[in-house]
């Protein structure tokens, strides 16, 4: 029996949470087969098998952490002798216990001087990864019916405890007082990468925020009439592909918007490659993927990526790749209903874009008249180490104008 060991993931990650088994013990399995889904603090990552074989054993449970370059699951190779590898895989369990049967028992109903907690739950039959389980939780074993013998409590127990609903968890827990935790959910993968990439981002940079409002009327009634060509073409064209080639216009000729300051903080770095990412509010949190080399691509091919990052992140499956790179960012907060934000700015990039939804608003026109308009407010966040607020005026009013005038962009296209 061989052991598969978790592969070095890159960028120097150590642990990864286990997110859903796609297999289960006694499964064959083949070379190249899907076998795990774990999330790092940076994407979901599908493991796949390097030989075929039989799982005899899931060495990490689903929601449990697992380290790079230790045994994530066992196997029988094809061609290994069956008992052979029954023999290894007894004698192996049998030599990791580290307590005979009595020794375990005892450890079972007499809780560690560490968690005096559990000294009220003695009676009540669980192991110790269950009882670990109900502290993480802040839950009492006596709340939770056990299904094992002599009403033993399982870890299926307290999962299906957990998945009651609020109102029948809250009774259960009327008798221990009112404003205690009903739920605790450790904070791993990208959500934990995001929280503390955003407590970096807000400690480190001097953010000011710049709003205004734009009219899209045209804008809309342009992409009413390049909707069906794109169509045909198989893409979908949403406002953030005029919303990304606009930005890259205007960076043309305000580059500084585009530039990053050094870690040191003494040296402004320019690009001239624009890596537009878009905040997607995917299952796995918050992701922004970027667009590579927006001032280079059309509408169109801007429309393919957008489209295909999009569906990548929701389902939290985005390559590492369209994570890094980018230069500046847009967060289309109006596709959930906003109206306002304060972005925070996805460090070390400049700036960070809120976009909210768009309402139909009287507006005077150029004679006194009052006209129906397609009102957008936006928000910008600028790192003011390096960034005043002229500067950002100053290129939001050429964005702007390319957006208000969606016509005016073919003049720069190339």
């Not at 009112?178 to 605790?184: A, H, I």
């Not at 306002?340 to 809120?354: L, R």
Request: aromatic share 4%; with cysteine; hydrophobic share 40%.
């Amino acid at each position: 029996m061989s052991d598969f060991m978790l592969p070095d993931i890159g960028e120097g990650i150590v642990e990864c949470e286990v997110v859903e088994w796609r297999v289960a013990e006694g499964d064959r399995i083949e070379e190249d087969q899907p076998i795990v889904e774990v999330m790092t603090d940076k994407a979901l990552v599908e493991i796949t098998a390097h030989e075929a074989g039989v799982v005899t054993k899931l060495y990490v449970d689903q929601g449990q952490i697992a380290k790079v370059h230790a045994p994530l699951y066992a196997y029988q190779a094809e061609g290994e002798d069956a008992d052979e590898a029954k023999v290894l895989n007894d004698s192996s369990e049998a030599s990791s216990s580290s307590q005979p049967p009595a020794a375990e028992k005892q450890a079972e109903t007499q809780p560690s001087p560490s968690t005096p907690s559990v000294v009220t739950q003695g009676k009540v039959p669980a192991s110790p990864a269950v009882r670990r389980l109900v502290r993480e939780h802040q839950l009492q074993l006596t709340d939770i019916a056990g299904s094992g013998k002599d009403g033993r409590v399982l870890k299926e127990d307290v999962l299906a405890h957990l998945d009651q609903p609020a109102e029948t968890v809250s009774m259960a827990s009327s008798s221990r007082g009112s404003g205690e935790v009903s739920r605790v959910e450790p904070l791993r993968g990208m959500r934990a990468m995001m929280a503390k990439r955003m407590v970096e981002s807000a400690s480190t940079i001097p953010h000011f925020h710049y709003g205004e409002e734009i009219d899209a009327t045209q804008l809309l009634a342009m992409r009413e009439r390049l909707k069906p060509v794109a169509e045909a073409q198989g893409e979908r064209l949403t406002l953030m592909s005029f919303f990304m080639k606009a930005m890259a216009l205007a960076i043309a000729q305000t580059p500084i918007i585009n530039a990053q300051l050094n870690q040191a903080g003494d040296e402004l770095r320019y690009y001239s490659h624009c890596n537009i990412g878009m905040a997607v509010d995917s299952k796995a949190g918050l992701l922004v993927p970027n667009v590579k080399g927006v001032e280079r691509l059309t509408l169109l091919e801007i429309a393919r990526e957008v489209g295909r990052l999009t569906h990548a992140a929701r389902e939290g499956r985005v390559d590492q790749a369209d994570l890094k790179g980018g230069t500046i960012s847009i967060s289309n907060i109006g596709a959930l209903g906003g109206t306002y934000a304060a972005p925070i700015i996805n460090a070390p990039e400049a700036a960070i874009v809120a976009i909210g939804k768009t309402q139909w608003l009287p507006r005077f026109d150029d004679q006194g008249e009052v006209q129906r308009r397609a009102i957008m407010t936006i928000t910008w966040a600028g790192d003011h180490r390096f960034i005043d607020g002229g500067t950002i005026a100053r290129f939001c009013n050429t964005w702007k104008g390319f957006l208000e005038a969606p016509d005016s962009m073919l003049l720069h296209l190339g």
